[in-house]
């Protein structure tokens, strides 16, 4: 339904909302990319909300802490994250596309279906649960980038890549993500300049 609605509204995203989702392995530039989306729809006076998951909620805070302080058993992070993203729908998601909002978030279910996925739960059944709560986006822009360039990145980044963040898992990860089919995705070449990436954009939403 929303697929059909975004064919119909992306010569004029001011007249509705629109729910905007990035995602891509940890170090293809996703938050910069939020940014620079924001900037170009609040530039045509759109509302834009800009979030990102795991949130800044209570479970989202554990989640992240829990990546430095020693990992919570599988079905434990898969519960918080359907927490937080239980939370981040009703009280900021929802709302927002209902009041006619541009909604763009860095990370969705599509990196619990990766990231989850990649600890033994099913991507489909991950997938088919999120989806009884979570709304459809109406793009979900997929950042790829070769493995060495993302390592890299998050080396120069963080210095010292965490356990989130080693090869092996990158690598499923990008599996999960390469494999999504949905007419509702695209995928950008996150090799090339910030600047160049958000010109891409741009252009499949006629901005
Ligand atoms: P990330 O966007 O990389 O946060 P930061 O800006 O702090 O680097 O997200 C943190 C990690 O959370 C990332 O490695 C992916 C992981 N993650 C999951 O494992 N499952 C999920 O459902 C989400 C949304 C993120």
């Known amino acids: 339904m929303r697929g059909l609605q975004v064919r119909v509204l992306l010569g004029v995203p ?4 629109m729910f905007i989702v990035f995602e891509g392995i ?6 910069t990319q939020v940014k620079l989306l924001a900037e170009a729809f609040r530039a045509k006076g759109k509302e834009v909300i800009v979030s990102k998951e795991p949130t800044d909620g209570p479970h989202g805070t554990r989640l992240r802490k829990s990546a430095e302080t020693g ?3 599988a079905q ?5 994250f359907h927490l ?13 596309l209902a009041r006619g909002a541009v909604v763009i978030l860095d990370r969705y279910y599509f ?16 997938r088919r649960i999120n989806e009884k709560f979570a709304p459809l986006p109406d793009l979900v822009f997929i950042l790829e980038l070769n493995l060495d360039s993302a390592l890299s990145r998050i080396g120069v980044r963080d210095g010292q890549a965490n356990e989130f963040e080693q090869r092996d898992a990158l690598q499923k990860c990008h599996d999960v993500f390469a494999s999504l089919e949905d007419k509702f995705v695209r995928r950008i070449d996150a090799e090339q300049s910030p600047a160049e990436v958000h010109e891409k954009i741009a252009q499949y939403l006629d901005l």
């Open 14 to 17: 001011h007249l509705s909302s």
């Open 26 to 31: 940890d170090g293809t530039g996703k938050s």
């Open 71 to 73: 990992r919570l058993s």
């Open 76 to 80: 434990e992070e898969l519960d918080l």
């Open 84 to 96: 937080d993203r239980r939370e981040h729908v009703e009280t900021l998601i929802n709302p927002a």
């Open 111 to 126: 990196s619990t279906m990766a990231y989850q996925g990649i600890r033994g739960f099913d991507p489909r059944e991950i």
